[in-house]
């Protein structure tokens, strides 16, 4: 993860519950507050993104019409997850998906495969819901 510092030379000001301003801390130190969780944020929707993605490939994985090509293990991929389904081609399987309200994507590559990325905004049914429409592809 690359970083950025940025210094600030000003001092933030604040107004408390009885109307009279006063100086707050630094804002280099609320930057560097911030900053920090920012990081455990970070850490936190990471680690959320890492297990959907992990039910997803798992998921898939059990299935015999799919062929799965992200790597199985956390450390080796990040959220997407790319696979094969047999004797369909990906955009035709995309657009089935999607008729299931599942947002899926095919790489744009020579070799393109179907695409499912779970991210923070999805939950585990989300997740089962789209290995279900995957399933029926079949």
Avoid: W
């Avoid at 890492?50 to 799965?68: N, P």
């Avoid at 992200?70 to 995309?94: D, H, K, M, Q, Y």
């Amino acid at each position: 993860m690359r970083q950025t510092l940025i210094r600030v030379s000003v001092v933030a000001t604040g107004i408390d519950n009885t109307g009279i301003m006063h100086q707050q801390q630094p804002a280099e130190s609320a930057l560097k507050e911030l900053a920090s969780k920012m990081r455990n944020d970070s850490k936190r929707i990471a680690d959320r993104v890492a297990a959907l993605s992990t039910q997803c490939k798992e998921g898939l994985a059990g299935m015999s019409h799919v062929k799965l090509h992200t790597p199985r293990a956390p450390e080796l991929s990040a959220g997407i997850n790319c696979f094969e389904v047999a004797g369909v081609a990906p955009e035709t399987a995309v657009h089935k998906l999607l008729e299931e309200k599942v947002i899926a994507s095919a790489s744009p590559y020579k070799t393109s495969y179907v695409r499912l990325a779970p991210s923070l905004v999805n939950d585990e049914q989300q997740v089962d819901q789209a290995l279900r429409a995957v399933y029926a592809l079949s």
